[in-house]
Structures are given as structure tokens and as C-alpha cells.
């Protein structure tokens, strides 16, 4: 048996082989930069979601369509015996008895286009997260730790779609001429839940994993704070924003800053039993939304006013821009009472709600992960 040259062997084996191809580097921010160029898509549609939403809302739309087919649902009726089954199903409801008594074909095909496009719009969201999803997997260009976030946005998706059914389906049910005020402000929530995450995961993916873990220990503590309170609180105040707008509370007292000239508006507990009022009493529901923005502002000034000390400039311009968009949501939402809450305010009070939102999240993503800091957390 010939004796065999084991160093030679080695030797030529790692000569005949190419080298791994490394890991990280710029192949892998190439990768981070093109998930969050999809991520940063999916918050564009579901802002344009949040918007036609409120439209359809605004439009007496939502209940055009009184059944729910995720997949079938999507070819609209192609014949006049399609149109005719759809707008008898639509005069079996309440909202067309006590509400749109004799409304024409002509006009419910207005209100069912409006439906109909809200609910294509987010099958369209679910197929670009889908394919965006199993491209990068396939491709095996998702982060390590990150499959589980990616899959938590998808099944939020599907979870809203679900809502959303449950939601329209209270408006249903007899006596209803509209959707359960509670049940749209789930709804409304859970859509800035999910625009939550994705400007969050973009912002994430903006930076190499490494200096995020560098800045991270730049982190300014007391900023981050105070902005993760204003992020609360703004959330507690959307959906009291969806149970204003589920009743039509904001056109009920159109006078600022008091209300039919008192302090407290009249009635507000007139309701039974007592706990009906903070969801179905106008006035209980606005004084309350008013109250909670005053409260909202003066947070938003306090976590200003620390995060102007910080030493990054970055950080300070965050901030600066979280209060100027507080500022003119403030502003807004008044001449939005003051006016009787008109369509054009009512929905471009709601799309600055969402610029205020990720104005919070960059105010707070700045204080965690300074930019340009150093291990110390001084500015490089």
C-alpha cells in the first residue's frame, strides 16, 4: 500500500477549491437595503390603505358588499345579473332601509366601487408581502433573526383582513346603519400597528447590524423615553380619533375651545348605563379625543425640549420634526372641528396622523441608536 503524502493532499484539495465567499459585508447590505426598499413599499400601500379607508368610511361605502370572499371576491360582477344579486343583497341591510331608501343601481355601484377597491387594495398588500417574502427566502437573503419579524408583518396582514370582516359585519346586524364605532378603531389601530413596524424594520435596516450595535450603546436613555411615552399616548389617541370619526362626533361642536360655549359639553352622561357615553355619547367622545390631544402636545413639547440637548444632530432634527408635525396635527384636527369635520379635513387630518406616527418612531429610533456616535455615545 503506497504511503500517502497527507500535506501534499491537503495542499492540493484546498489549491482546487475556491474559497467560501465571505459573509456580511457588502453583500449583505445589498440585501438589507433591498428588503427595506420592499418594506418601505408595503408602508406606502398601506398608508394609500389608511387613506382609502377613511374615504370609504366617509363615503357610506363600507357596507356595499355584504358578504366576504377573500379569493372570489376579487372579480367584481361581470353581468346585469351579477349587479342585480349584489344590490339586492345591499337592500336586505338596514343601512339601505332607514338610510338609502330608493337609491338607484347607478348610485350603489358608486358606493360598491369604493368597497370594492378598499378590499383589492389589500389583497394587493398581501401578494407584494407573499412574493417579496419567498423571493428574499428562496434567495436566503433574510438577516439571521429576521424571518420571524418578516412573517409577524404577514400574518398582522391577515389578521387585519379578518378584522376588517368583523367590523363590516356589525353594520350588518339589525338596527345597524354603520360599523360598531369600537370595532373600526380596532381596525384603524391595528393598520398603525403594522405601518409601526415597517418604518421601524426600515429604519432597523437602513444601517449595518455592526453600528447598530455601536450606536445602541450610545443610547440616549432619556429621550428614548420620553418619546416612547408621546408613541403611547399617539396610539391612545388614534383610536379615540376612529371612535370620533365611527359616531360622527366631530361634527357635533364645532366651536373651539369650548364646547356649545361650556367647558363641558351637555349631556355627557346621559347614556345607560354610564360607560355607553365614552363610546356612543358625541360629545363625551370629542371632549375626551380634545382633552387627550392638549395632553398629547405638551408630552410631545417636554420630549422636545430633552431631546433638543442631545449632542447629535441627527437626533435634534428628529425631534424638531416630531413637534412641528404634532404642531400642525394639533392645528389641523381644530380647524377640522371648527369647519364640521368636511371630508377633505377629516381625511387629511387622518393621512398627518400617519406622518406624525413616523415622525415619532424616527424621534425615538434616533435616541436608541445615535448616529455617528462612538462607543462613549459622543458624537464621531
Do not use: C
Not at 113 to 135: D, K, P
Not at 292 to 316: E, F, I, K, N
Request: glycine share 12%; charged share 15%.
Amino acid at each position: 500500500m503506497a504511503r500517502r503524502a497527507i500535506f501534499e493532499d491537503v495542499g492540493e484539495k484546498a489549491r482546487a477549491e475556491p474559497a467560501p465567499a465571505p459573509t456580511g459585508g457588502a453583500g449583505a447590505m445589498r440585501a438589507r437595503r433591498a428588503i427595506r426598499a420592499w418594506l418601505m413599499l408595503l408602508f406606502g400601500l398601506v398608508a394609500v390603505m389608511v387613506a382609502v379607508g377613511g374615504l370609504t368610511r366617509l363615503t357610506g361605502s363600507g357596507l356595499s358588499i355584504t358578504d366576504w370572499r377573500p379569493l372570489t371576491g376579487a372579480i367584481p360582477p361581470l353581468s346585469e345579473a351579477d349587479w342585480a344579486r349584489e344590490f339586492e343583497a345591499y337592500r336586505q341591510i338596514d343601512q339601505y332601509r332607514l338610510l338609502n331608501q330608493g337609491m338607484t343601481l347607478a348610485e350603489f355601484q358608486v358606493i360598491f366601487w369604493w368597497e370594492w377597491g378598499h378590499r383589492q387594495l389589500g389583497r394587493l398588500i398581501g401578494l407584494v408581502w407573499a412574493l417579496g417574502f419567498l423571493w428574499f427566502l428562496i434567495r436566503r437573503q433574510i438577516p439571521a433573526g429576521w424571518t420571524g419579524r418578516l412573517l409577524l408583518l404577514g400574518a398582522l396582514g391577515g389578521l387585519q383582513g379578518a378584522i376588517g370582516w368583523w367590523m363590516v359585519a356589525s353594520g350588518l346586524t339589525e338596527g345597524m346603519v354603520a360599523v360598531a364605532s369600537y370595532r373600526l378603531a380596532v381596525h384603524l389601530g391595528l393598520a398603525f400597528v403594522i405601518l409601526g413596524l415597517l418604518a421601524w424594520y426600515a429604519m432597523l435596516l437602513g444601517r449595518p447590524a455592526a453600528q447598530l450595535m455601536q450606536a445602541r450603546r450610545g443610547r440616549e436613555r432619556a429621550a428614548a423615553g420620553m418619546a416612547t411615552g408621546v408613541l403611547h399616548l399617539s396610539f391612545v389617541q388614534i383610536l379615540l380619533g376612529a371612535l370620533v370619526a365611527g359616531i360622527e362626533a366631530g361634527r357635533g361642536y364645532t366651536d373651539w375651545p369650548l364646547m356649545a360655549g361650556a367647558l363641558f359639553p351637555p349631556g355627557m352622561w346621559d347614556l345607560e348605563p354610564p360607560w355607553r357615553n365614552l363610546f356612543e355619547n358625541d360629545g363625551t367622545v370629542q371632549f375626551i379625543h380634545r382633552k387627550v390631544g392638549y395632553l398629547l402636545a405638551v408630552l410631545a413639547l417636554l420630549a422636545w425640549a430633552r431631546g433638543r440637548r442631545s449632542p447629535h444632530g441627527a437626533t435634534r432634527r428628529a425631534f424638531n420634526l416630531m413637534l412641528l408635525a404634532m404642531l400642525a396635527q394639533v392645528g389641523l384636527g381644530i380647524a377640522t372641528v371648527m369647519q364640521g369635520a368636511p371630508w377633505y379635513l377629516a381625511i387629511a387630518h387622518q393621512f398627518l396622523a400617519v406622518v406624525l406616527w413616523v415622525a415619532i418612531l424616527r424621534a425615538r429610533f434616533m435616541a436608541n441608536y445615535p448616529e455617528g456616535s462612538t462607543l462613549r455615545g459622543a458624537r464621531a
